[in-house]
C-alpha cells in the first residue's frame, strides 16, 4: 500500500462544529484529493491540490475548504458542520495528475458523523 | 455533466458462477479505471484501459473498453470468496475530471 494516513479516522461531532481531517502522504506525489463515499453514490470528489498552495473544487465542495502548506499534507475543513456531511472521507494521491493515464492510491479513510 | 452508471448496484452469486459488472458513460471517456474496494476497506486501483475496443485480463478476472470509448465492463470468471467487494469503475472524461460510477457490490455465498 502506498505511504497514505488519514486522521483521524473516526470522528462524531455536532451540528455546527468546525472539523478538519487531515491527509499525509510519504510517496511525494503532487497530486492529492479528497472524496466522500455514500451509499448509492460511489466517490464523489470535494477539493483536489496540484502542488503545494494550488487546489481546485470538485463535484461537491460546498461546505468545505481545502488547505495544502506542505507537499505531504492535505487538509479537509469542513468549517461548520452538517449531518449531511456525514460521510466517509478518503483522501487519494497520484503521482501524474488527471490529465494523465495515472492512478490514484488511496488512504485507509475517515469515518465522519455529525449529529 | 458527465455521468458514469455503473450497474448492478448489487450481485449475490454461488461462488463458481461468473459475475459481470458494467459501465456506461454519458460522454466519451479519455480512459477508464477499475478499482476494488473490500469491505470496510478503502478502493485499490485494479487496472486501467485506455484503447478503443481494448480487452486485458488479470487471472479470472476481463476488462474490456467499448469501441466508443463510453461503456466498459469487468467479468470474473467462476467467482471465490476472496472476490467479496465493491468493484468501481471511474472514467476520464470531459475537463480531466475521474467520475466514478456508484459500484457493484459482489457477495459470493460459499
Known amino acids: 500500500d502506498a505511504g497514505i494516513t488519514q486522521s483521524p479516522r473516526h470522528k462524531v461531532t455536532e451540528t455546527g462544529t468546525p472539523v478538519t481531517l487531515r491527509c499525509h502522504q510519504t510517496e511525494n506525489h503532487r497530486y492529492m484529493y479528497w472524496y466522500r463515499q455514500d451509499p448509492g453514490h460511489g466517490l464523489r470528489l470535494i477539493h483536489y491540490?496540484?502542488?503545494?498552495?494550488?487546489?481546485d473544487k470538485g463535484e461537491v465542495s460546498d461546505g468545505y475548504s481545502v488547505s495544502r502548506s506542505k507537499t505531504e499534507d492535505f487538509l479537509l475543513t469542513l468549517e461548520s458542520a452538517t449531518s449531511s456531511q456525514t460521510s466517509v472521507y478518503f483522501c487519494?494521491?497520484?503521482?501524474?495528475?488527471?490529465?494523465?493515464?495515472?492512478?490514484?492510491?488511496f488512504g485507509p479513510g475517515t469515518r465522519l458523523t455529525v449529529l | 455533466g458527465q455521468q458514469v452508471m455503473q450497474i448492478p448496484q448489487y450481485q449475490h452469486v454461488q461462488e463458481g458462477e461468473d459475475f459481470t459488472t458494467y459501465c456506461n458513460s454519458s460522454?466519451?471517456?479519455?480512459?477508464i479505471q477499475w478499482y476494488k474496494q473490500r469491505p470496510g476497506g478503502h478502493p485499490v486501483f485494479l487496472i486501467q484501459?485506455?484503447?478503443?475496443?481494448e480487452v486485458k485480463k488479470q487471472k479470472r478476472l476481463t476488462f474490456q473498453f467499448g469501441e466508443a470509448k463510453k461503456n466498459s465492463s469487468l467479468h470474473i470468471t467462476a467467482t471465490q470468496t476472496t472476490d467479496v467487494g465493491t468493484y468501481f469503475c471511474a472514467g476520464l472524461g470531459y475537463g480531466n475530471k475521474l467520475v466514478f460510477g456508484a459500484g457493484t457490490i459482489l457477495r459470493v455465498k460459499s
Open positions: 460522454t466519451t471517456l479519455s480512459n
Open positions: 487519494a494521491i497520484s503521482e501524474l495528475g488527471l490529465v494523465s493515464t495515472d492512478t490514484q492510491y
Open positions: 484501459l485506455v484503447k478503443s475496443g
Open positions: 491540490s496540484y502542488g503545494v498552495k494550488d487546489t
